[in-house]
């Protein structure tokens, strides 16, 4: 069963599998693929043996182009380590696929061909200033790419309230976006916030303006929060809390069957 036919029955959890930079990037360190490759597919089998829904494979290049650009070693390598983790995880297992900042078109590719089911948008709908400049969306290009290569079926979520989206330009309410977002083509939205209120309020307005749109969670949950946080939401994107070392570690299966039996405890 894929991910999108369980959002709102049940609490899907997605965690990340943060990528050290690749290969067609600046910091990207010389001979460091095979490893990056390896850790990446061990976490992810971490949390298909943990009972995690699935993962995203997320670069963490930590200096970004603020368009569709991505550098086709880059893109390859992305490919590479997404069918990996396809193979070596269960078939229901999700994978997606984010080539930050917001490089979407080339994330559905990766995803199409090699055993994605969705990809995370930064930036689906509007602009956010970011510290390597502007982005801008631009969801004509998404759409007529995504119906190109033929990949309706690799789903969309898409941040409109969280760290890695922010609208720029006159406020809008969280669900107004959330709405806007849902017309140009997205299956679920992502929001999130430090603080745990202002996260509650951020589902909501979501509830209000765009009922039965699917809200996950875009990170700041843990242990201690989640059970609150997954009753109004339902998924979540998890990291640090998974993570030995903090963010960026290995992911410890025993984290993640404790964090999946909160989850589950929160569903019929």
Same mark, same amino acid.
């Given at each position: 069963m894929r991910v999108f036919d369980t959002l709102g029955r049940r609490k899907v959890v997605l965690g990340m599998v943060h990528l050290r930079p690749l290969p067609g990037t600046p910091l990207y360190e010389e001979?460091?693929?095979?490893e990056i490759l390896d850790v990446a597919v061990e976490s992810a089998r971490a949390l298909d043996e943990g009972g995690a829904d699935g993962c995203l494979v997320q670069t963490v290049d930590r200096v970004y182009g603020t368009g569709e650009d991505s550098d086709p070693a880059r893109t390859t390598a992305m490919g590479l380590i997404t069918s990996a983790i396809a193979s070596a995880t269960r078939p229901d297992f999700q994978v997606g696929v984010q080539l930050m900042r917001n490089a979407l078109q080339a994330s559905l590719a990766v995803a199409k061909v090699a055993g994605g089911s969705y990809i995370r948008a930064g930036a689906l709908v509007g602009a956010t200033l970011t510290a390597h400049?502007? @982005?801008?969306?631009?969801?004509?290009? @998404?759409?007529?790419?995504?119906r190109k290569i033929?990949?309706?079926?690799?789903? @969309?979520?898409?941040?409109v309230d969280s760290m890695h989206f922010k609208w720029f330009g006159e406020p809008?309410?969280?669900?107004? @976006?959330?709405?806007a977002a849902l017309q140009v083509g997205a299956d679920a939205v992502a929001v999130g916030h430090p603080d745990e209120a202002t996260t509650l309020e951020m589902v909501a307005s979501v509830r209000r303006a765009a009922p039965g749109l699917p809200v996950v969670l875009a990170g700041y949950t843990d242990h201690g929060n989640a059970a609150r946080l997954l009753a109004a939401a339902d998924g979540a994107f998890v990291g640090t809390c998974l993570e030995v070392g903090g963010w960026g570690g290995r992911i410890d299966v025993e984290r993640v069957k404790a964090y999946m039996e909160i989850v589950r405890s929160l569903e019929p």
């Open positions: 001979g460091s693929f095979p400049g502007m @982005v801008q969306a631009d969801p004509l290009a @998404v759409a007529e790419y995504r033929n990949a309706q079926q690799v789903k @969309v979520i898409a941040d809008k309410p969280t669900g107004e @976006v959330a709405r």
